[in-house]
């Protein structure tokens, strides 16, 4: 009798797996998980043809620089493949320090700490501090690491109007009476969005309340502020906000992530956080790629120069379409068109001529915001901007 009982359980998830499977295998067309058969700068081939790569977080376009593949070379010769374990047993290299050290100097922070991916560190940013009995004010459009790292921490979490200080305010003033600690969670720079935090308004609401701030800067840093600071140099508030968060995959041409903050909140995250203590640190070719970008972002401004003059060409070509691009204010350009059937006709057409873009329907952005998110590189050339802009005229036809 318990047999079968259990038997039905896990038929109850395999069930769930199956009728998901079939939903998917129902539909005509699969958006997701494309595997590309080659790649070079902002060049890819898919199903034997070469196209456009429109949609990478390759902001400055460093994926491919010499000086980040010698280093990646030269460190997997060093140090081997992998750490193969956590920073907090056998993992720690002297070459993760340095990664960290320079990493919180560029962000003008005493401290920082690696991790292998963006996600956890962005969501440990959150669950490290956070517990059961504080409050968190989030954003509502923030990113699905920074949820969990909220769900995480068990903590309340009260949800503002996207890039709202005045609903802040309210919110603030409604719930925030009580002496529970407080957090405020935002981004730097909205990735689907692509607009940009408004810092100012928000940290002067928040710290009237004693918020302790965490800001996740993945499409911030490399992209804003001086030498690619990010978005809190690029209002000069570096002592409104506790914790800056990110990610190593997008302007530092890696995988992985950082927090960087004061030394006692990194010293506090090492040893209280799950997710620091229990996960492998990054591999040699990780740190050495992070690296290596960081040192170019100082010494070859003209990428950041060119990604911005890319960014305004690409966007003028929107516009003059008349193309909904969600008010976006940097290289992570929305093209908003308001339906799942408009947006797989567009991204469609645009694969049709030659552009990889990606889909993003509800729920992962708001209901009627369905769209195609797109992002500019430094490597983009003046050549295939005008061919993005014929296809772009190309697909709005077609819809
Ligand atoms: C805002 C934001 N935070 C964190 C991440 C996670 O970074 P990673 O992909 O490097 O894990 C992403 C990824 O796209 C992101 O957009």
């Known amino acids: 009798m318990a047999i079968s009982l259990f038997a039905k359980n896990k038929k109850g998830i395999l069930n769930r797996c199956r009728d998901d499977y079939a939903t998917k295998m129902r539909l005509k067309y699969a958006p997701y998980y494309h595997a590309m058969e080659f790649q070079k700068d902002t060049t890819v081939r ?4 070469d196209m456009i790569m429109l949609s990478s977080n390759d902001y400055l376009g460093l994926s491919f620089h010499p000086k980040v593949i010698e280093a990646s070379t030269a460190a997997t010769r060093k140090w081997g493949t992998s750490t193969n374990g956590a920073r907090s047993s056998n993992g720690s290299r002297r070459f993760h320090l340095e990664l960290e050290e320079k990493l919180a100097a560029f962000l003008g922070r005493e401290a920082c700490h690696v991790h292998a991916a963006g996600y956890l560190a962005c969501m440990t940013s959150i ?21 969990d790292g909220i769900l995480l921490s068990k903590a309340t979490v009260e949800r503002f109007s996207h890039n709202s200080p005045e609903d802040l305010r309210d919110i603030l003033a409604a719930t925030g ?139 003028k070509i929107l516009h003059d379409l008349g193309l909904d691009t969600w008010g976006s204010e940097t290289p992570a350009v929305p093209i908003v068109l308001g339906s799942k059937e408009r947006v797989y006709t567009f991204w469609k057409a645009l694969l049709e001529k030659g552009v990889f873009t990606v889909m993003s329907i509800a729920p992962a952005v708001p209901v009627g915001k369905d769209l195609i998110r797109t992002a500019i590189s430094a490597m983009h050339t003046d050549e295939q901007l005008d061919k993005i802009g014929d296809a772009m005229a190309y697909a709005l036809k077609r819809l």
Request: net charge neutral.
């Open 46 to 49: 898919l199903g034997g043809r």
């Open 127 to 147: 669950a490290s501090f956070a517990q059961k009995g504080d409050i968190i004010y989030a954003d509502k459009n923030i990113h699905s690491c920074l949820w």
């Open 177 to 315: 009476g009580s002496d529970a600690p407080k957090m405020l969670v935002v981004e730097g720079v909205y990735s689907m969005e692509g607009h940009i935090a408004r810092l100012p308004e928000i940290t002067a609401v928040a710290e009237d309340r004693g918020c302790f701030t965490v800001l996740d800067d993945a499409h911030g840093f490399g992209v804003l502020g001086r030498q690619g600071r990010g978005t809190v140099d690029h209002f000069g508030l570096n002592d409104k906000v506790d914790v800056i968060c990110g990610s190593l995959s997008k302007s530092l041409a890696s995988t992985g992530g950082f927090v960087a903050a004061s030394r006692d909140v990194i010293e506090y995250m090492r040893t209280q956080s799950r997710q620091t203590i229990f996960s492998a640190a990054i591999s040699p070719t990780q740190a050495a790629c992070a690296q290596a970008s960081l040192a170019i972002m100082q010494s070859e401004p003209e990428h950041l120069e060119r990604l911005w003059s890319n960014t305004k060409k690409y966007r």
